[in-house]
Each structure stands twice: as C-alpha cells, then as structure tokens.
C-alpha cells in the first residue's frame, strides 16, 4: 500500500503521492478476471512492445497498450481501469496480428472495458449509443436528410432493418434488458445530468 504522507492538502498529496508499486497493490483476481473476459493469455506477455510498435494510438497519446497488458499481469486493476487512456484503442487488432506470444492485447483492453463499466468508469458516447439502439436498432439511426438522399437514389426512405421492421425492436430490447444495459445507461448519464 501506497505510503500516507498527510499533507493536509489533496493537491500536495496527489503531486506528491507515492509512485511506487507495492505487493499489496496486486490483485491476483484481476488477471484472472481479464482472462476469463477476454479469452487470451495475458499472463504470457514478455513485454516486447511489439504492440505498441503497431499501435495506430500510441503516436497520438500516451496510450501505450503494452502498458495496459503489463497491468494486468501485475493485477493493478485500479491503475487499469481507472487510466482515461483506456478508451484510445481504436481495436483495429495490429497488436493481435503481430504479438509473438499469441496473446490478443485487443481482448485484453475489451476485457477491462467491461470490468470498467461495470464500475461506472465509462466514456458517455458508448451510454447514448447504448439509447440508441435501444430505442431505435441503430447505434446510428436514420434522419429525414438521408430519407431524402434515399428517396433521390431511388431507395426505399428506410432501409430493411429495424428501421423497417420496428416490429423487431422489443426483441433487441429484450436483450439490453437482460444486461441491464439501458438501465445503467440511463442511470449514469441521469446522475450527471444528462
Ligand atoms: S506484443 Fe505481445 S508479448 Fe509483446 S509486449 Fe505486446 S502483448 Fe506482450
Ligand atoms: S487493437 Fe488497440 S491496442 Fe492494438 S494496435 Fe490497435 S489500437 Fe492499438
């Protein structure tokens, strides 16, 4: 566990607070968890940074996935899912195709996304998509400028999904009420006022 030093003063005690890494900051559950989740074998990475070397985010940021999967052999589950980097991977699985180990660093960060949202730590946008389809099938649902611009291709305004076939819709929303998804999603973003 991190040393206290007791500044009284949370600016001073976040600046100064204790960056080393303790037996005790490990849990071992973490990395079981991240392996259930994501099915790969995260405990086999030798951090040879082949992942990052292909990572289309890490030039951009300071999202190093490498990080990520080092974390989770480590089992620093706070640091993990709490690191706002987390959401940066654009899982277009370079790092998958690449790692010598046969590990898939991508189903490593899906993983902890999950275990994330399962503490509330989780980006709005995936919450609103969430709402969407819902209500609608579509993450990104039909509009009246795109019904005009199907109408001039000579399309039907709307195409054969649920936009359709509404009819289809309580059985999506089955699903996302078997998850409490929209549940959440609702509660989360009403807690912020949104
Ligand atoms: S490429 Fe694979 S073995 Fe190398 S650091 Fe990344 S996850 Fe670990
Ligand atoms: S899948 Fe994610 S972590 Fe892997 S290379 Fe692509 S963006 Fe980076």
């Given at each position: 566990?991190?040393?206290?030093k007791?500044?009284?003063?949370?600016?001073?005690?976040?600046?100064?607070?204790?960056?080393?890494?303790y037996?005790?900051?490990?849990?071992?559950?973490?990395?079981?968890?991240?392996e259930?989740?994501?099915?790969?074998i995260?405990?086999?990475?030798?951090?040879?940074?082949?992942c990052?070397?292909?990572c289309p985010?890490?030039?951009?940021?300071?999202?190093r996935?490498?990080?990520?999967v080092?974390r989770a052999v480590?089992g620093?589950?706070?640091?993990?899912?709490t690191?706002p980097?987390?959401?940066?991977?654009?899982?277009?699985?370079?790092?998958?195709?690449?790692?010598p180990?046969?590990i898939?660093?991508?189903?490593?960060i899906?993983?902890?996304?999950n275990?994330a949202?399962?503490?509330?730590?989780?980006p709005?946008?995936?919450?609103?998509?969430?709402?969407?389809?819902?209500?609608?099938?579509?993450?990104?649902?039909?509009?009246?400028?795109?019904?005009?611009?199907?109408?001039?291709?000579?399309?039907t305004?709307d195409?054969p999904?649920?936009?359709?076939?509404p009819?289809?819709?309580?059985?999506?929303q089955?699903?996302?009420?078997?998850y409490?998804?929209?549940?959440?999603?609702?509660?989360?973003l009403?807690?912020?006022?949104q």
């Amino acid at each position: 566990m991190a040393t206290e030093k007791n500044y009284g003063n949370p600016q001073l005690e976040d600046k100064l607070r204790d960056r080393y890494f303790y037996t005790e900051d490990s849990h071992p559950d973490f990395l079981a968890d991240v392996e259930k989740i994501g099915r790969t074998i995260a405990h086999m990475c030798f951090q040879c940074g082949t992942c990052t070397g292909s990572c289309p985010s890490a030039p951009r940021s300071s999202y190093r996935i490498r990080l990520f999967v080092r974390r989770a052999v480590l089992g620093l589950e706070d640091e993990a899912l709490t690191d706002p980097d987390l959401w940066l991977c654009t899982t277009c699985y370079s790092c998958t195709d690449r790692c010598p180990r046969d590990i898939a660093p991508t189903d490593v960060i899906m993983a902890m996304r999950n275990l994330a949202f399962k503490r509330d730590i989780v980006p709005r946008n995936f919450l609103k998509t969430a709402q969407l389809i819902y209500t609608t099938g579509h993450g990104v649902p039909n509009n009246d400028v795109n019904r005009a611009a199907r109408e001039k291709l000579g399309l039907t305004r709307d195409p054969p999904t649920t936009h359709g076939y509404p009819e289809f819709i309580p059985g999506i929303q089955k699903i996302l009420d078997y998850y409490k998804l929209k549940e959440n999603a609702d509660r989360i973003l009403a807690e912020e006022g949104q």
